[in-house]
């Protein structure tokens, strides 16, 4: 490249030629004598600037080549990650069918595992001998149970591949074998849990009358069976449509009589379970006069006291106490009020003060002789406590009954003293007037009532008062001898009904 500028710079510059006049042993050379000092040193700027240009050329050409293949190389690089993006989706979705195939061939093969489950529950062959029939029909309903337990979808594909019709059949042809009855009852029980439509079969084929059968054989009936039969009426009863049929029928009285009858060695669970079942059937208004034919009243107010037992107790009565004929069964049992009473000094357990206190507000409202019953327990001081220290719904009930028996006092006051026609009655007369001697009389016998009246209520409220200091204190864990202090008794010796929260 250098030689190639200089060259250019001696054919502009220099003349390579031969003298003809003056001969050298070489070559001679000349400058052109046409050209000045400053054309001579444009031409050598031109040259050099033109070789410049010239390599600037050759460099921007070499630089846009290597820009042309640079695309390409990087069109290959991108291409390449594409390529494999491509052959992972396709591995990826590949994948997903070959799991939706085995999917679907694991649900093929678990239909066909139910249908011959079911197609076992049926008596086909008559030939088959009957133990081996009911051998073989016990072994499929107790995998219908297993399957059952824990599987919605299996319970409502069991259904509608028939298997209900066949369990409550299995309760007719299997009455003196124990161990079918139970896993078929069983294997009913767990098809309608959490799924209505089956619980709605179930009582459709006749379940209920065929379990009633059951009960009512002359024979007796199993411990285990008698539980199996109340599971099932708890898990039915929570469908309402099924309630006035179950209700209807004899099972309340069935499930009253297992209540009597359970003893301290019979499952803790058959109780709940009853008591669950009649709490489920007394939602029914129409199933309250079945209730009440029976001895569950009495049964669920002495029952009051066992932990076990006592909300459940407490929550029928609430369902109860809503009819005429359930307050009037709840009145009739001896010491029922002060029973409910006390349960309201239960701070132990707000749930079972929440529902006595709803049982005895209704019948507070409902019945004046409830009402005396209530004040004689001494329900003024419960009260008290409860709507300063219970529940916020123990409270508003609690103020609601306080209220109650509050309006009723002041009707019997208005009664008997003649004040109800004193205040409404207009005022005659001047007021100059003066009454004779029998209406000043009658004037002051009246005060000197009002005056008793007023001493009685005033003695009310320092019992009241002073019984709560005392619980309060007990609470507190305090010296039983603080109660009652002479300022406690000041305090209460001034206090008048106008303390009171009503």
Known sequence: MANFHRNNV???????????????????????????????????????????????????DTSSERHHHQPKQQHRHKTKPNNAKSEKLSDLLNLAEVEADAETKK??????????????????????????????????????????????EVRGTLAMLGAIPPLAAMLDESKNDVDSLVASLYALLNLGIGNDANKAAIVKVGSVEKMLKLIESPDGLDSSVSEAIVANFLGLSALDSNKPIIGSSASISFLVRTLQSLDDKSSPQAKQDALRALYNLSIYPANVAFVLETALVLFLVNSIGDMEVTERALAILSNLVSTREGRKAISAVQDSIPILVDVLNWTDSPECQEKASYILMVMAHRSYGDKQAMIEAGIASSLLELSLLGTTLAQKRAS?????????KGKQISGSYG??????????????????DGGRECFDEEEDMMSEEKKAVKQLVQQSLQNNMRKIVKRANLPHDIVPSDHFKSLTSSSTSKSLPF
Not at 108 to 129: C, G, I, P, R, Y
Not at 419 to 436: E, N, R, Y
């Open 400 to 408: 609601r009954i306080l209220e109650i028996l509050r309006v009723d």
């Open 419 to 436: 004040l109800g026609a004193a205040v409404s009655a207009p005022i005659s007369g001047s007021s100059s007037a003066k009454p004779d």
């Open 10 to 60: 001696e054919n502009v510059v220099l003349g390579h030629h031969r003298s003809k006049s003056t001969s050298v042993a070489g070559g001679h050379f000349r400058l052109w004598h046409s050209l000045s000092t400053t054309s001579f040193r444009r031409l050598v700027f031109n040259a050099v600037s033109c070789g410049a240009s010239s390599r600037y050329a050759e460099r921007s």
């Open 107 to 152: 649900k093929e093969d678990k239909l066909e595992e139910l249908k011959s489950l079911v197609k076992e529950l049926h008596k086909e062959d008559e030939e088959e001998k009957e133990e081996e029939s009911m051998t073989r029909r016990r072994e499929a309903a107790s995998k219908v149970r297993l399957l059952a337990k824990e599987d919605l």
